[in-house]
């Protein structure tokens, strides 16, 4: 059974940091491209930031990049989401998806949600301004 959980969510104050995990089990992580996503409340889902399978190639939204830095570790079946420099806009539910390593050869990148074939139920980010 696949088990996706995310942890480390919380609240700060802009300008702060935080450190978001992804725990997976059930399925090979090794071949999976791993993913951030978020969703605000009345909002879209919004692809963050992601890192490859093979060749641990990362990937970020305009919005984030110089502030989020992914990781993974393969040891552990975790990816992390380093986030500084945080903004109030950066409050949402964050999201871990996993996407299979032939999909991701199809589209090197973020990608649709759709895309993804497991996800976990999310942690909440609230950036006070």
């Known amino acids: 059974e696949v088990h996706i959980v995310e942890s480390g969510g919380g609240l700060v104050q802009a300008g702060g940091s935080l450190r978001l995990s992804c725990a997976a089990s059930?399925?090979?992580?090794?071949?999976?491209?791993i993913a951030w996503f978020r969703q605000a409340p009345g909002k879209e889902r919004e692809g963050v930031s992601c890192?490859?399978?093979?060749?641990?190639?990362?990937y970020y939204a305009d919005s984030v990049k110089g502030r989020f830095t992914i990781s993974r570790d393969n040891s552990k079946n975790t990816v992390y989401l380093q986030m500084s420099n945080l903004k109030p806009e950066d409050t949402a539910v964050y999201y871990c998806?996993?996407?299979?390593?032939?999909?991701?050869?199809?589209?090197?990148?973020?990608?649709?949600?759709?895309?993804?074939?497991?996800w976990g139920q999310g942690t909440q980010v609230t950036v006070s301004s």
């Open positions: 998806a996993a996407r299979p390593r032939r999909s991701f050869m199809l589209y090197r990148g973020i990608g649709r949600g759709e895309w993804y074939n497991y």
């Open positions: 059930g399925f090979t992580f090794d071949d999976y491209t």
């Open positions: 890192v490859s399978s093979s060749d641990l190639n990362t």
